[in-house]
Structures are given as C-alpha cells and as structure tokens.
C-alpha cells in the first residue's frame, strides 16, 4: 500500500491548492459584492444582489458543470471559477449583513472630514465589516471547503479521486476513505484554527462576539 | 473694532423630504471668532441644517459661502469643503476600530495626507488641548460619553478646520459629563474657534454665544445676543419656548 502513497499526496495537495485558490478567490469576490450591493448606484446594487441570489440557488454541482462544459476550461480552473463564485455569493451576505450593523453614524463622520467614499469604505467601513464577519466566514470555510470533493465530477484529480484510483487496485474502500476522511478533517481544522488567529490577532474592544 | 471676516453664509436654504418641509428658507451668517448658538423644538430642522451646510444631506435650494467663496457643489469639491468644516456629532461617531489617537490621526493621515509622524504629533496636541492625551490608545468602546465626545472634537480641530459645527453634542451624555463637554467648547470659543452650535444647553449658550438662533419650523424666528433673545425676546414663540425650556431644564 505504501508506494500509492504518493499519489494520495499529490490529491491532497491539488484539494488544498482548490480549495484555498477558490476561497480567496470568493473572499475578494464577495468583499466586492456586498460594498457593490450597499454602497453601489441602482444598476450596481441590482446586479450585485441578482448575483448572490443566482449563485446561492443552484447546486455546486450544476454551476460546476456550467462553469466546465460552458465555457471550455481546464478543470481546475472551472472548479476555482464555480466554487468560487458560489462562496463569494455567500460571503458576500455575510459582509453586507456586517455592513448594515455598521452605525450609519460611521460613514457620515468619516465623510464630514473630507473623505470620499470609496476612502471611507476601504478605511472605515471594512475594517469593522471584516472583523464583524470574521466568524462567519470561518463557518463558511468550514463548510465549502469540503465541496472540493465536488471538483471530481469535472475531472479534478483531487484526493477522493486518487483514492477511488487507488481503491480499483486494491480494492480497500475502508482504509482509504478512512485516510482520506482524517485528512478532510486536518485540511477543514487546520484552516479554522488559521482564521481564529486572524481574528485574535484582530481583535479590539467593541467587536466582541462570542462565537 | 475693526471688522471680523465673514467665515460662513447661508442663504435661503431649504429642504424637504417627502411632503415634510424640514428648512424653509434659512438665512444667517457667521464670522470670524463668532459663536452662534441654534436653539428650538426638536424637529424643527436644526440638525439638518448642520449636514445641509455641510452637504451631508443636501440642500434642495440656497446659497452657500465659505471665506466669501460661494460653494458650487460637485463630489470632488465637497471633499475639499468638508475638511475646512469640522462637525461634531450627537451619537460621537467614533470610528469603532481606531483608538482615540487613530480617530484624530485618520483624517490628518487619509485627507490631508500628511507623514505618520507628524500627523501623531499634531492628534497628540489636540487630545492634550481637550484632556485627552492619556487616554490616546484606549478604543472608543472603552471610554466614557464624555471622553468619546472629547475625542470628537480633538478630530475635527486637527482639521484646523475654519469653523466647527456641533450637533447637540452634550444630548446623549450624563448630566455630570456634559460639564466636560462644554468646559472645552466654551475654551474654543475665548480661544476664538468660530463655533456653529445646535444645543439645549441655555447656561452654555447664555455664557458663551455672541448670537443665539430660534428656529421653528425651518424657519428663524428671531436672532440677537443673548442678553436680547434669553432677556428681552420679542417673538411670542420665543417667550414660550424659552418658558418652557426653563421649566423642564431649571435655572441655571
């Protein structure tokens, strides 16, 4: 069994490779979202509440397979692409929610000393919406990280793939999917545990929030 | 005396929302070293007048100037117009992330672009001007109303702004801290700080105002020293107000 090792290796790391390549990738887009969906003009804030509303309706599978077939793209990318947008889609409601309990008072006193407002939204507003939804996204992480399991349906040789590789030779479902759900674990533990100290590091007096 | 420059004029300002006509047709002016004092029933328009003059919310019709210079507004000049205004709010408006020293030093840093260094030494200067140095690294949430409110004005006079335009700043305080609050107010005005200010405080505005405003209804009832409109007013509403006024917050 030893020698496939290997190949269980390389899945795990084209799992964390996806699944940090799309939760970034959802991160930035879902920042972008949500100061588009509050802050933008009509046009914008349609566009930006349309988007979370698609990609919070259909099934990670689906937008996978529009995202592979539709557009003619590698694996990998398509996998980064869908499952990205869909967690942007999410993420993005928790930071307008961040937002709107952000006292208006904070926008107006930053604008009455001369700020524009895409200054006081970078230098006022997301300060305290990243560090308001910083829990939240850490449940989040938790929960999409385990749909790069997904990404096997288009191809993606990720872990699961090279273990059902492996089960066809060895015919040993149990051993594998026991190492593979042990490494699922680390990869999901390991990441909320880097964002907990993201938020300790953070952390100030008047964002408490218990978690 | 030689005659004071006129630092901000009003003219015909108004504003509605809705069917709700919130300022109909305000007209004043302020000049150099001035303390004017805005009194009146509450939702009689004088918080919107504040943001209207500083286009926080603005205007539907009138004239605003600034050093004479009449205001034409557009989103880049505002931004320049802002910083010469400072505004002092009712809820503070701390900005939750910053510590008292970030709060003065983010507009010095992020507006008028200065070096770090220099831009902490002049917020220093004006926390000590308001009491306030040693508390310069504690957060909003860890200070009092008085202290928040304190720091308020610590970041609009680092603006070194032409005039500073207080929004009842003492409304949701203690009464034991507003002493604080005003204590500073009325050192800005003997130090000649050009003083626009909406309050109930009629001790403050007895002791300090060269001017005090009534309005009602958007509209200026009646203007004059203090001695005139607190003393001698001649409107009907202003003796009733002023009645009232005396009722429910004593003689001071």
Not at chain 1, 22 to 41: E, H, L, R
Request: aromatic fraction near 10%; proline fraction near 4%.
């Amino acid at each position: 069994m030893i020698e496939y090792l290997p190949g269980l290796f390389r899945g795990v790391i084209v799992t964390i490779k996806l699944g940090f390549s799309f939760f970034i990738f959802g991160f930035v887009v879902g920042n972008i979202i949500a100061i588009g969906q509050v802050y933008g003009n009509k046009f914008i804030s349609l566009f930006c509440a349309g988007f979370a509303w698609v990609f919070r309706s259909l099934p990670a599978l689906v937008i996978l397979y529009l995202w592979y077939f539709g557009f003619n793209l590698s694996p990998f990318l398509a996998a980064v692409l869908a499952l990205g947008l869909r967690t942007a889609a999410y993420q993005s409601q928790f930071f307008r929610g961040a937002i709107q309990s952000i006292a208006r008072g904070q926008m107006t006193a930053a604008r009455s000393l001369g700020m524009s407002k895409l200054r006081a939204v970078v230098k006022i507003i997301m300060p305290q919406m990243l560090r308001l939804s910083l829990p939240y996204i850490s449940n989040e992480y938790a929960i999409t990280i385990k749909d790069t399991s997904l990404a096997f349906a288009i191809g993606v040789v990720e872990i699961l793939k090279e273990g059902r590789l492996i089960i066809t030779v060895l015919h040993n479902p149990m051993d594998i999917f026991m190492i593979i759900a042990v490494i699922y674990l680390i990869i999901t533990r390991g990441g909320t545990y880097l964002l907990s100290l993201l938020e300790k590091h953070y952390r100030i007096p008047g964002f408490e929030i218990s978690n | 005396m030689e005659e004071r420059k006129e630092i901000l004029r009003v003219e015909d300002l108004h504003k509605s929302y809705g069917t709700n006509k919130v300022l109909q047709g305000i007209s004043l002016n302020i000049k150099q070293g001035q303390t004017k004092v805005i009194i009146g029933p509450s939702g009689t328009g004088k918080s919107t007048l504040l943001t209207c003059v500083n286009y926080l919310n603005p205007p539907d019709k009138g004239r605003i100037w600034l050093e004479g210079e009449e205001i034409i507004y557009s989103e880049r000049e505002i931004n320049k117009i802002r910083q010469k205004k400072g505004f002092v709010f009712q809820q503070f408006n701390l900005f939750n992330h910053l510590t008292a020293l970030g709060n003065v030093m983010v507009g010095l840093t992020e507006v008028l672009k200065k070096k770090k260094k220099e831009a902490r030494e002049k917020a220093m200067y004006e926390l000590e001007r308001v009491g306030m140095a040693d508390c310069a690294e504690q957060y909003p949430a860890e200070l009092s109303g008085g202290q928040q409110q304190r720091v308020g004005i610590a970041r609009a006079l680092a603006m070194d702004p032409l005039l500073i335009m207080f929004d009842e700043p003492t409304s949701a305080l203690d009464p034991e801290l507003m002493g604080e609050v005003l204590d500073n107010m009325t050192k800005l005005a003997l130090e000649g700080m050009t003083l626009l200010v909406v309050t109930h405080e009629m001790g403050f505005a007895r002791a300090v105002a060269d001017d005090i405003i009534f309005m009602e209804n958007g509209r200026i009832v009646e203007e004059g020293p203090p001695e005139k409109l607190i003393m001698n007013p001649e409107k009907k509403r202003t003796i009733e107000f002023l009645q009232k006024i005396t009722q429910l917050y004593g003689e001071d």
